[in-house]
T-cell receptor, first 115, second 111 residues
């Protein structure tokens, strides 16, 4: 998985509790992404980062926040988890963005269940 | 429109057969079309990608066919093997923009 780790790998939590997912990379890639994967929806971008402390929203950002204080770490926080946020969350990294040969490398995923 | 529509949702083929997965897009500004392969419990991994200036790209048993006028592209897997059983995602993007993924196709290759 291209030097990307995600923690935790599985988590069960209750509605209304805060949850933080961590993505850690050892590739020193500039760009990092958080996606959620749901049946019938493919992969949808939640937030992305184009450098330390530089982040922006994706297409399904409501209810999520992110932070990137170091190149290697990208945190996704659910401030108050809801059942609709039950999903598999993937972190991805890329060396560059906008180049035709760019590739996004994905982590192993975190399965989150909100009861 | 940023949508990418993928079909079929699931596909079952026999070993040695041809698997075909189709995608359609609406945004004519898209200029990068990758396909990702995902095995159970793993993250997606880039399989093959194409630019719109060519109509076909082949890598081993995997071929992307691209039809710019129809705004469609497809993945063909020749001589399909049980080890090809996975979920396949098409995607589309533009320089300086994010990737938009299709809904995914679950491929099963029976021995």
């Amino acid at each position: 998985d291209a030097g990307i780790t995600q923690s935790p790998r599985h988590k069960v939590t209750e509605t209304g509790t805060p949850v933080t997912l961590r993505c850690h990379q050892t590739e020193n890639h500039r760009y990092m992404y958080w996606y959620r994967q749901d049946p019938g929806h493919g992969l949808r971008l939640i937030h992305y980062s184009y450098g330390v402390k530089d982040t922006d929203k994706g297409e399904v950002s409501d209810g999520y926040s992110v932070s990137r204080s170091k190149t290697e770490d990208f945190l996704l926080t659910l401030e108050s988890a809801t059942s609709s946020q039950t999903s598999v969350y993937f972190c991805a990294i890329s060396e560059s963005w906008g180049l035709i040969s760019d590739t996004q490398y994905f982590g192993p995923g975190t399965r989150l269940t909100v009861l | 429109q940023q949508q990418v529509k993928q079909s079929p949702q699931s596909l079952i083929v026999q070993k040695g057969g041809i698997s075909i997965i189709n995608c359609a897009y609406e945004n004519t500004a898209f200029d990068y079309f990758p396909w990702y392969q995902q095995f159970p419990g793993k993250g997606p991994a880039l399989l093959i990608a194409i630019r719109p200036d060519v109509s076909e790209k082949k890598e081993g048993r995997f071929t992307i066919s691209f039809n710019k006028s129809a705004k469609q592209f497809s993945l063909h897997i020749m001589d399909s093997q049980p080890g090809d059983s996975a979920t396949y995602f098409c995607a589309a993007g533009t320089s300086g923009s994010r990737l938009t993924f299709g809904e995914g196709t679950q491929l099963t290759v029976n021995p």
